[in-house]
């Protein structure tokens, strides 16, 4: 009997990638299972050649435990724009293992009826309920801590990804780090600017209650202000029917920078309204560095207005969550950890893929190896 079951899928459940096949191998319960093999990743020069190496030790490890079955689900807070690629790389994981998996979205959510984080809370509840060996979710925020810790105590680990509970009973975090993400934005937009001092204008979030766009930011602040900068945060507005407001308070704090505004730095996916800022503020000579790569920022980019992007290889962190959850079930999550050591930094529960730096003139090289795992963003 072999590992590849009939792949189960809800309305909200994308289509599974083809497995590769293998020879047959004898589980302890004396059944015949097909060993994990991994699809060929082509090389790209954004390949991440580190992850990618730990991803075939953990599976080698794995193989010498084999499962005969294995049931687990991604829950996700949205199936499309950031989240695609997640869903695409937990998809093709989930495949490759051959276990009985699903990647769901958010159910329809109305004024009037429960919240997001009720509703995913609800999908937490039904997937202990249907037997999950593992559940991977995105969760919204510390509403959802309870019912993570719901379903350890009923003997399912959990694995966040992308957004995490630190403080609830998960057992790892797959992601990029957002204070060494940020760090590593600043130090791109360094590269570029004349000697200090100088202003950095950072479009960033001063609030501790989003500690993933806080943590970002600090890192940014904290590696330009080393670098001799003065760096000022202009806290992000979200939705477009915020823009306008967004980009008049960013002209507002420029024009009164002391010292004079060198250069700026955005964190998130409405980077590109920086162009529209520096315009505004009669400053369009500014280098300027960007986060994600909404079309809007790539299209700035082919401008020459944003020198270089960063983005948080989504398709990883789906591809990574269903392969640590076998291997917590294969091998313990203790063994689990030890073979991901080389993606962990100070905190051994935090599994750090790590983020892409893309420059303007790599545009289209990037946009190759998204191709290339079936990734497009």
Not at 317 to 328: N, S, T
């Amino acid at each position: 009997m072999t590992m590849m079951r009939r792949y189960r899928m809800t309305v909200f459940g994308l289509a599974l990638m083809t497995a590769a096949c293998g020879s047959s191998e004898t589980s302890e319960s004396g059944e015949q299972v097909t060993p994990i093999k991994r699809a060929e990743t082509p090389q790209n020069e954004f390949t991440p050649l580190q992850l990618e190496a730990t991803v075939d030790a953990l599976v080698a490890v794995m193989n010498e435990s084999p499962l005969d079955e294995a049931q687990m689900v991604v829950l996700l807070k949205n199936l499309d724009d950031f989240f695609a690629p997640i869903a695409t790389g937990a998809n093709r994981a989930m495949g490759e293992l051959g276990v009985i998996g699903n990647v769901i979205g958010p159910n329809v959510v109305t004024t009037d009826g429960p919240s997001s984080q009720d509703l995913q809370n609800e999908q937490i509840a039904q997937a202990v309920a249907d037997g999950a060996d593992g559940i991977g979710v995105s969760p919204f925020d510390i509403a959802n801590a309870a019912a993570v810790d719901d379903a350890v105590a009923n003997g399912v680990p959990v694995v966040t990804l992308d957004s995490d509970l630190p403080d609830s009973k998960r057992s790892l975090y797959v992601g990029a780090l957002n204070k060494p993400a940020g760090a590593t934005s600043a130090k791109t937009l360094i590269a570029m600017l004349p000697p200090p001092p100088g202003t950095v204008l950072i479009h960033g979030n001063v609030t501790a209650d989003w500690a993933d766009g806080y943590d970002r930011t600090l890192g940014a602040q904290e590696a330009l202000a080393d670098a001799g900068y003065t760096p000022l945060v202009s806290q992000a507005v979200f939705g477009d029917t915020n823009e306008a407001f967004d980009v008049e308070w960013m002209r507002s704090q420029m024009v009164a920078a002391d010292p004079p505004i060198a250069g700026m730095l955005g964190l998130f996916n409405i980077s590109y309204r920086l162009v529209l800022a520096a315009d505004a503020a009669g400053m369009p000579e500014l280098p300027i560095v960007a986060f994600d790569f909404d079309p809007r920022t790539v299209d700035f980019m082919r401008q020459g207005r944003i020198k270089a992007t960063h983005t948080q290889r989504q398709y990883y962190e789906g591809y990574l969550v269903p392969y640590i959850l076998y291997g917590m079930k294969s091998i313990g999550l203790d063994a689990t950890r030890e073979i991901l050591t080389p993606l962990i930094e100070d905190d051994v529960s935090k599994i750090n893929i790590g983020i892409d730096v893309v420059p303007s003139d790599k545009i289209d090289a990037y946009n190759d190896f998204l191709v290339s795992i079936g990734s497009i963003q």
